[in-house]
């Protein structure tokens, strides 16, 4: 059994077919890539993953348990981690409140520790700041703590999403294209961080990306969708000679 | 010395605050009643009478906004109908302390009225945030106008709190210095949530909800939470009111109450609690100092000005005076 | 039987007259997505209007459906001018702030309004004079139709079919339907935003403007705060109907004016008005688009 299983998936709105039957199997502590041309349904399948739409057939499970039926904030709590296409960071907030969101659904003070200052109140902020500039150490963006979210440069917004996503500790974390817009010298800079901590904490990575140098030197194994359907799955090698894959991509008569 | 004893400290400087300031204005009296609870007998002329008394509805003004502010610049969620929670406080503590404990010594009535009111008040809160946290924007705002009014309308037909008539000789045992402690308790409470993790989940539903849902908040429970706070301090700010005039009338609490509110909110900086506080102070004191400009002029011009400053202050300053700033001893650092 | 018939009657009536005040609502919301809380004070000025001109220009004036036509011209027009100071001084310098802001201004408006109307009319309520001769037809069994009623009636019929004319058939009912869809892609399509508004402004102001007359032809005593509840309950209908959509306003209108009327003659006229607030309560939690309105959903 899988880790992250999505088993026969089907995702319909109103007739149009987002995904039919897919298939997907993730191991532990591999960095999986999902690939496609635009409107293959990648995002979907990302947002049925967290609960956003329930599939209209089928079933995903996390660890042997089946998330069909658990809203997001649910999923979330379990272990999935996500970044968004369109970033969606909590603009006025500072860059090291962002991070501290995350811990939201791991701590326990109550509206009376909040209201007193409590002595768990305070061992448990300082514990989750601490945590928290931890990770935006490790995106090298802990000089920018107190900056406005919104007032970051693009580059730093994608790795705060990244670290973000980290502070709810998750097992499996999904990427949405993350390297949109960055240029090549971020690009390069972000897959080596990508790559080190989903070593360093040996998670489960699945990341949606257009640039194909990316996807190809680093992930261990990519899954390719093509109009809602998943037409090949295999390593960067096995898929730059797929003929379906160059179809895709390059049309075919 | 631990965080709470700080906490406890800091209570009982501002309660001893309070009663020195109730001393000073009740002419240097030393009675538990001049001291705690009565309004003075006899103004010394520090204080005429009439501003005492705008004083005091100055402070419940600010529970009320900043209570507000909670819901609408924290958590971002729209309602017009705080008057009616405000209500429930009012005729909740009245009937408690009007019918059941008319003889109860005066911390009793006021504990006892006080925790009623907050507590049915935050109870229908509770109801009517479930019932409709569904809904988002405008519609939210338009469906809390609409309980409000009901709210009202209903307390208008029972009798035995006087229906139309009004509620009259409710007992009063709010004076300046007692209602100024609990506003600054308030404004505290709410600094305080809003600095913790409540606190930081509201602000992240307000700026991204999807996004907070994704990072494992649950939405409607931040926000029934925010309406139950909320809606509690309303209810109290209700409460005070009664025990500080002695009469309601349902219409104080129509629907021009809860804009009023909203507007003491955007006057003074959506999402600002120095906001709050500021736009509760001058849209409480701008009518009242413009009856100087009637004495001059004649014509009642005070409301008309008062409105005209609400849309100048709306056009020329849109994020509020106070914008997302905070005073010092309000932020969060 | 006769009873319901009756009470029928006198519910269409009110309905009509909170049609016409709706229809402003249901408009402005859709160009501008604002709750114009304001527009049920234009209605007063509407009333207002009419009684003044009276008032000054035709003290003595025979009563007949032609003088009211001429008095709810006048009105509507007052209305309309109104209407236009409102949106080019008040709204439209903040079309690009919070929608927040707008509402505040909207409520700052309105107050204006009321307490600037107490200011120059006072605020002890006016009769508005008798402009229409006052017969009751009599439809037997103890049914009466009353000449305003009729007049009610015929003014809200020929103002609607015009709006619909306008709305559905002109160059500018497209452009306001465009806008309502999405004023940034009607910006870039090249709709002249602030005048399609501007017309907008016009036309709601000078329904309300003729439903302010009838309201004084129908229950001739006005204050500077009567365009309070009225506007509120025209508000609701809107709502029901379901927001922004024309047609959803009239029919939540006459729904709402129905069932008002019954509940004052069958339970209680205590009840009317918390009638009005529990529709308003239902429908946005059972059908929060309205009757006729659809559902957006919002893209992830």
């Known amino acids: ?253 | 010395m631990s965080k709470l004893n700080k906490t406890v400290l800091l209570f009982l400087i501002f309660a001893a605050v309070a009663v020195v300031l109730n001393f000073v204005l009740s002419g240097f009296s030393v009675t538990p009643g001049a001291l705690f609870y009565e309004k003075p007998g006899r103004f010394t002329g520090l204080i005429s009478p009439y501003y005492y008394s705008v004083m005091i509805l100055l402070c419940i003004n600010v529970i009320l906004s900043v209570s507000l502010a909670l819901l609408n610049g924290f958590t971002g969620l729209f309602t017009m109908g705080h008057a009616g929670f405000m209500a429930i406080g009012a005729y909740t503590s009245a009937s408690v302390v009007y019918f059941l404990l008319p003889t109860a010594p005066f911390f009793i009535q006021l504990i006892a009225g006080a925790l009623a009111a907050g507590a049915f008040s935050g109870l229908v809160g509770f109801f009517i945030g479930t019932s409709s946290l569904r809904l988002n924007g405008d519609y939210l705002g338009m469906v809390t106008l609409g309980f409000s009014e009901i709210i009202r309308i209903i307390l208008l037909n029972i009798d035995a709190v006087g229906g139309a008539r009004g509620f009259s000789d409710i007992p009063v045992y709010m004076n300046l210095g007692s209602v100024l402690l609990i506003t600054v308790i308030t404004i505290m409470v709410i600094k305080r949530i809003r600095d913790g993790r409540l606190g930081r989940a509201m602000l992240a539903i307000k700026e991204n909800e999807m996004a907070a849902n994704m990072m494992g908040i649950n939405p409607l429970n931040i926000k029934v939470k925010a309406f139950v706070i909320s809606s509690f301090m309303a209810g109290m700010a209700g409460s005070f009111f009664a025990h500080s005039e002695g009469y309601l009338s349902t219409q104080t609490f129509s629907f021009a109450k809860s804009f009023e509110v909203i507007a003491m909110n955007v006057v003074g900086g959506l999402g600002s609690l120095s906001g709050a506080i500021m736009g509760a102070g001058i849209l409480t004191v701008l009518p009242e100092a413009l009856r100087k400009v009637q004495d001059i002029t004649g014509v009642d011009l005070r409301m008309v000005i008062y409105a005209l400053t609400m849309v100048l202050i709306m056009i020329l300053r849109p994020q509020g005076l106070m914008g997302n700033k905070e005073w010092k001893w309000l932020s969060s650092k | 039987m006769n009873e319901f018939i009756q009470h029928t009657i006198n519910g269409l009536a009110l309905g009509s007259i909170y049609a016409l005040v709706a229809l402003g609502y249901t408009m402005v919301f859709g160009v501008l997505q604002l709750i114009n809380f304001a527009h049920g004070d234009i209605f007063m000025v509407g009333s207002f209007v009419g009684l003044y001109f009276i008032r000054w220009f035709m003290p003595n004036v025979e009563p007949s459906l032609l003088t009211t036509i001429i008095v709810i011209l006048v009105a509507m027009v007052g209305s309309a001018t109104v209407g236009v100071i409102i949106e080019k001084f008040a709204y439209r310098p903040l079309r690009k702030a919070p929608r927040i802001n707008i509402l505040i201004t909207a409520i700052g408006v309105s107050l204006l309004l009321e307490y600037g109307g107490q200011l120059i009319f006072g605020a002890s309520p006016q009769f508005f004079p008798d402009i229409l001769p006052r017969k009751q037809i009599d439809l037997g069994g103890a049914i009466y139709l009353d000449s305003n009623q009729v007049t009610i009636f015929l003014v809200s019929f020929v103002l609607m079919l015009v709006l619909q004319f306008l709305v559905f058939k002109t160059q500018f009912g497209r452009a306001m339907r465009a806008i309502s869809h999405s004023l940034e892609t009607a910006n870039l399509i090249g709709i002249n935003v602030n005048k399609v508004i501007l017309i907008t402004f016009i036309i709601g102001s000078s329904l309300a403007g003729a439903a302010g007359v009838l309201y004084g032809v129908a229950y001739p005593k006005i204050d500077p705060l009567l365009g309070l509840l009225p506007g509120l309950k025209a508000f609701i209908a809107a709502v029901l109907g379901g927001i922004g959509n024309v047609t959803g306003a009239v029919i939540g209108a006459i729904l709402l004016g129905l069932s008002e009327t019954y509940v004052a003659g069958y339970i209680s006229s205590t009840y009317r008005d918390a009638l009005a607030f529990l529709i308003l309560i239902l429908v946005l939690l059972l059908r929060p688009a309205g009757l006729l309105g659809t559902k957006k959903i919002e893209k992830v």
């Open chain 1, 1 to 253: 059994m899988a880790f992250l299983e999505i088993n026969d998936m089907s995702l319909e709105f109103g007739g149009v077919k987002a995904c039919q039957n897919v298939n997907m199997k993730l191991e532990p502590g591999i960095l999986y890539g999902l690939i496609g041309p635009n409107g293959a349904g990648k995002s979907t399948i990302f947002n049925v993953l967290t609960g956003i739409y329930p599939p209209t057939r089928g079933d995903v499970k996390l660890g042997g348990e089946s998330l069909v039926g658990h809203k997001p904030y649910e999923i979330a709590q379990r272990g999935v981690g996500r970044t968004f296409q369109n970033i969606r960071l909590f603009k006025e907030l500072t860059v090291l409140q962002n991070v501290m969101v995350a811990f939201y659904s791991s701590s326990h003070s109550t509206i009376a520790d909040m209201v007193f200052e409590s002595k768990n109140f305070h061992n448990e902020e300082s514990e989750v700041k601490t945590k928290a500039l931890e990770l935006l150490k490790v995106m090298g963006i802990e000089d920018l703590a107190e900056v406005p979210a919104g007032g970051l440069p693009y580059g730093k917004q994608r790795k705060l999403e990244i670290a973000r996503a980290l502070g709810l500790n998750p097992k499996i974390l999904l990427l949405d294209e993350p390297a949109a817009g960055l240029n090549p010298t971020e690009t390069k800079e972000l897959t080596d961080l990508i790559r080190k901590i989903q070593k360093d904490r040996n998670i489960t990575v699945l990341l949606i990306e257009h640039d194909m140098g990316l996807v190809m030197k680093i992930c261990e194994k990519i899954f390719v969708l093509v109009q809602g359907q998943l037409v090949c799955e295999g390593t960067a090698d096995i898929i730059q000679n797929d003929k379906r894959v160059i179809e895709a991509y390059l049309g075919v008569d």
